[in-house]
């Protein structure tokens, strides 16, 4: 028999990131991006998958269905004042298990590595702002921690999508309304929760995640109302973001949206996280301020990813902040090694990369 709160309480004492429950597996933890054994743990056998499943799913009918019919299921669980992220898939009709800690106490804007150009953008009217990068990339946290300082310093209502809901906020200066999104929550899209944002007064909209066409066209039309939509994607730097945002739509629509995303997008962040020389992890943006430049490029025939790039690292002025710079920077700083930072660029850019280190160091050093 399993003793599921044991491992829950291992990962909570050795502050991993992730649980990770497979048969044929002992429990693995994720402690600073290595994955690690549970200690005194046996092997997991098809009898202790299904033990797990019933847990967490709780004879919860709805989700149950959901699983049953689709072979996945988003849910959460709380253990010990604590949030988990859960997602329950299938292989070879077993269940497995992947389980995000969720920390109760969100850490502060400031100390997160976030260049202070995004907090600033949050004042803006209206519009559209993107929180970027690949799973486990610390997308969720940037965004929760965005919220609460919006939430200090404004006076607003803020709407968030969900799914599932992991960190909850309490009004301060503002008004935070929190929705599921899923079966059973309190919406069963983001694109309808998004829609019905029209109607409840709101001043800024958090979609969890954009992850199609009625999401992103939801996400647009709102910005175009007045309201500023604060959203995340799946992609891995700001111009693969643009051409995703694009690529939504058949071609014979892209000509329009890529007017309207010129004019309503405002600043994209893409993050990446790697393990730092302290034993922390250390945060790796690159920024993208939509300016008259960026929303031309936007707004051409063929999106050109290297142009965008060289836009974005001309731009600094305005608060845009290349990758290389970003990388450069963490290296000089000697919170990431050398070979750490070349393995994030493409061979064709290391005399950049180099050439951008020499700069920073003489910059350091006058």
Do not use: W
Request: proline content about 2%; glycine content about 4%.
């Amino acid at each position: 028999m399993i003793e599921i709160e044991k491992i829950l309480d291992y990962a909570i004492q050795h502050d991993a990131s992730d649980i990770h429950f497979i048969h044929g597996l002992k429990p693995m933890v994720r402690i600073i991006r290595r994955l690690e054994e549970v200690e005194d743990t046996d092997v997991l056998t098809q009898e202790d998958m299904n033990e797990i499943y019933d847990y967490l799913v709780r004879g919860n009918i709805d989700k149950d269905t959901v699983f049953k019919e689709t072979k996945k299921l988003d849910t959460s669980l709380e253990y010990d004042n604590l949030r988990f992220r859960v997602n329950i898939s299938s292989s070879n009709d077993v269940p497995l298990f992947t389980l995000r800690i969720i920390k109760n106490e969100l850490p502060r804007f400031e100390d997160l590595g976030v260049p202070d150009i995004v907090r600033r953008m949050t004042y803006q009217p209206q519009g559209l702002m993107l929180v970027t990068g690949k799973t486990n990339s610390g997308k969720t946290t940037t965004l929760s921690a965005l919220i609460d300082e919006i939430n200090q310093t404004q006076n607003k209502k803020i709407l968030t999508l969900e799914s599932p809901i992991e960190y909850k906020h309490t009004s301060k200066q503002s008004i935070i309304v929190q929705k599921e999104v899923g079966i059973g929550g309190d919406t069963l899209c983001y694109s309808d929760g998004v829609k019905n944002s029209l109607r409840e007064d709101c001043d800024i909209i958090v979609v969890g995640e954009i992850r199609d066409k009625e999401t992103m066209d939801a996400a647009i039309e709102t910005a175009e109302a007045g309201h500023l939509v604060i959203g995340t994607l799946h992609t891995k730097s700001c111009a693969e973001t643009i051409d995703r945002m694009i690529n939504f739509y058949d071609i014979s629509d892209q000509v329009t949206i890529k007017y309207l995303i010129s004019s309503l997008l405002k600043l994209v962040i893409s993050q990446r996280l790697l393990p730092g020389t302290d034993g922390k992890l250390a945060l790796v943006p690159e920024v993208m301020v939509v300016d008259n430049i960026v929303a031309g490029l936007i707004r051409k025939d063929k999106i050109s990813v290297s142009e965008i790039e060289d836009a974005i690292q001309s731009s600094s002025d305005k608060g845009s902040i290349g990758l290389i710079n970003s990388i450069a920077q963490l290296f000089v700083d000697d919170r990431i090694t050398l070979e750490q930072a070349k393995a994030q660029i493409e061979e064709k850019n290391i005399e950049t990369l180099n050439r951008t280190i020499m700069q920073l160091r003489i910059k350091k050093n006058k």
